[in-house]
């Protein structure tokens, strides 16, 4: 049985009404919370964990910790939503709330993030695989390869072949336990130097792709929220 994965939430706030009203409607999402008093001890906690969600009690503190998220060497970037005294758009969140808090402004907020964080899991979850298979480029070479990864944008391997970013590679996956291989063909998007690669998806067959999506929620559920989305 796959076991249910929870969203991460870091709390950055030192008001009492805040934490309180935020925490008890993040309960509500299952979304579990880390609470930091302070924009340094949230970048410490950021550091070191993969969280899905950052809510900010913001003032002009916070403009380094928004900064620091937004650093390119961060893959995957966490949704933000800002806590703000004005009704007024934050740099760098994608959504800002205003005090004081209410449940009902704190759950639209949360169901906005939470429907974003679905999304961006989805779209960057790697799920791991070792299948070997016979790639083709565009002028029919062979080129072995041994899949390593694959979410639902593309996919890992590796290849003891030179293979030049750009080129795109066909080849039938069999996904372990699936009743029959998907046809996928995939442009490679960048390469090492010990063999490694990463690909884009560019054509899966319909069917094909539907067998892929349910593949692959069978592999990571998300908890479901206490609320209606």
Not at 91 to 116: I, M, N
């Amino acid at each position: 049985m796959t076991a249910e994965m929870e969203f991460e939430c870091v709390l950055v706030s030192r008001d009492p009404g805040v934490l309180c009203t935020m925490n008890r409607v993040l309960e509500k999402f299952s979304i579990s919370t880390c609470v930091c008093f302070t924009s340094t001890k949230a970048s410490d906690r950021l550091a070191g964990s993969g969280a899905d969600l950052v809510v900010v009690d913001y003032d002009e503190s916070m403009d380094d910790l928004i900064q620091e998220i937004y650093k390119p060497d961060r893959r995957q970037k966490p949704t933000i939503v800002a806590v703000s005294e004005v009704e007024q758009a934050i740099p760098g969140a994608h959504l800002t709330v205003r005090k004081p808090l209410t449940g009902e402004s704190c759950t639209q907020s949360v169901k906005f993030a939470y429907v974003k964080m679905l999304r961006d899991h989805r779209r960057y979850a790697r799920h791991a695989l070792m299948a070997s298979v016979t790639a083709r480029d565009a002028s029919q070479r062979t080129i072995p390869i041994t899949v390593l990864d694959i979410g639902d944008g593309g996919i890992g391997f590796m290849t003891r072949k030179l293979v030049a970013v750009g080129t795109v590679l066909s080849f039938q996956l069999l996904l372990p336990g699936a009743q029959r291989a998907i046809s996928i063909e995939a442009r490679v998007l960048w390469t090492r130097q010990y063999g490694a690669a990463g690909c884009e998806f560019v054509r899966i067959p319909p069917v094909d792709l539907g067998i892929l999506h349910d593949w692959l929620r069978s592999k990571c559920r998300v908890k479901r929220p206490l609320v209606e989305l």
